[in-house]
Each structure stands twice: as structure tokens, then as C-alpha cells.
């Protein structure tokens, strides 16, 4: 069955960096783009951005441009999203996901990660 | 970037209910590219219904999505305890993938 892991959760100080790892299985990883959503606290859901793991081609939201980088490992079947500089509106929780089955809807979800950054 | 607009922003129904939840973006988008999500706290968003009107897998008949161009809806036929929960639309026909702000269902 697919599944996506992620890593534990992570406590970073203002200006700093945070990277985030998502392993899959169950399924061929290179064959579905990875998607990275978060959530800050009480809020709703915010598209980061999707990466092929493929080719390693990205596409961010503009919103994260210059923040953000989305890589892989496809030797491990891992995908990573790195987030800098950054600030306190930045603590959410962070979710890896790849898209449904036969649909480009996003069918599964990993657990999240909560990133809090604090002084 | 399409934005996605939901209403009302809370629903109190009680069990046994229809509940019906609007999703309306900026500009059109493809119909097929439309879906509908439901979360639940401390839980990963699900994915209910795609392409507007297709239920993902495993998900009860009572869920049913419909709309096309600016306007969607999610229709909940009898509401059941579990059902109580936020609802997301997202639009996936052109980057930003962009969520509506959620539709909260609580009970009355």
C-alpha cells in the first residue's frame, strides 16, 4: 500500500533553515509528483509548490520563491522540501503528498511534520 | 493565481441532515480539475471527491460532488457523526493548486 513518512517534528530559530523528508513506498516513486502542503496552527491548507521526482523538475507557488527548494533521492525513494529565512508565521505542519490513483487529485497524504520556529 | 472562496465558513446541522457546501473560484476552471477534501483534527486531509463529481475510493455515497466553471458543491445526504469535520475545495487546473478557506460542519 502507498505510504508516506515523514520526518519528526522540528523546533528552528528566526532566520534559519528547516528540511523536511518524505520517503514513499508501496508504489514506484518516480511515477507521481510529490506535493508539500502546510497548515499553520487553527488555519487551513497552503500549496507550497510539487516536484517530479522523475526528472526533478519543480514548480513553487510564488508565494515561496527563493524560500523554498523541493528535491529527491530516488535512491531512496525520498523526497525533501527545504523552507530558509525563516520567521514565525513559517510554524505549520508540513505535509508531503502524491496524487490519486487514475486523477490528478491529491489522494494520499503523509502524517506532517510540525515545524515550530521560535526564539 | 484562481482563488477559491467557500461558504458558509461554518455549517451547525445536526445528524441526520443534508448539508450542502459551496466552492466558487475567481475564474473558470475545468471541471475535471476540482476536488474536495475532509479533515478532521490532528488528521491529514482525505480526499472525497474528484474531478467534481467522481468519489474517491472508499468513500460513502452520501458524499456527492457536482458544479462546473466558477461554481462547485458538496452535497452531504444524511449526516452522520463522523462526518462532522472542515472541508476543502482545491482547484488543480493551473498552478498555484490553490485550497478554498474551508467549510467548518459542526453539530447544533
Known amino acids: 500500500q502507498v505510504q508516506l513518512v515523514q520526518s519528526g517534528a522540528d523546533v528552528k530559530k528566526p532566520g534559519a533553515s528547516v528540511k523536511v523528508s518524505c520517503k514513499a513506498s508501496g508504489y514506484s516513486f518516480t511515477s507521481y509528483s510529490i506535493h508539500w502542503v502546510r497548515q499553520a496552527p487553527g488555519q487551513g491548507l497552503e500549496w507550497m509548490g510539487i516536484?517530479?521526482?522523475?526528472?526533478?523538475?519543480?514548480t513553487y507557488a510564488q508565494k515561496f520563491q527563493g524560500r523554498v527548494t523541493m528535491t529527491r533521492d530516488t535512491s531512496t525513494s525520498t523526497a525533501y522540501m527545504e523552507l530558509s529565512s525563516l520567521r514565525s508565521e513559517d510554524t505549520a505542519v508540513y505535509y508531503c503528498a502524491r496524487r490519486d490513483g487514475g486523477n490528478s487529485a491529491v489522494g494520499y497524504w503523509g502524517p506532517g511534520t510540525l515545524v515550530t520556529v521560535s526564539s | 493565481e484562481i482563488v477559491l472562496t467557500q461558504s458558509p465558513g461554518t455549517l451547525s446541522l445536526s445528524p441526520g441532515e443534508r448539508a450542502t457546501l459551496s466552492c466558487r473560484a475567481s475564474?473558470?476552471?475545468?471541471?475535471?480539475?476540482l476536488a474536495w477534501y475532509q479533515q478532521k483534527p490532528g488528521q491529514a486531509p482525505r480526499l472525497l471527491i474528484y474531478?467534481?463529481?467522481s468519489r474517491a475510493a472508499g468513500i460513502p455515497d452520501r458524499f456527492s460532488g457536482s458544479g462546473s466553471g466558477t461554481d462547485f458543491t458538496l452535497t452531504i445526504s444524511t449526516l452522520e457523526p463522523e462526518d462532522f469535520a472542515v472541508y476543502y475545495c482545491?482547484?488543480?487546473?493551473?498552478?498555484?493548486?490553490?485550497f478554498g478557506p474551508g467549510t467548518k460542519v459542526d453539530i447544533k
Open positions: 475564474q473558470s476552471i475545468s471541471s475535471t480539475y
Open positions: 482545491q482547484q488543480y487546473f493551473s498552478s498555484p493548486f490553490t
Open positions: 516536484m517530479n521526482p522523475a526528472g526533478g523538475s519543480t
Open positions: 474531478d467534481a463529481s
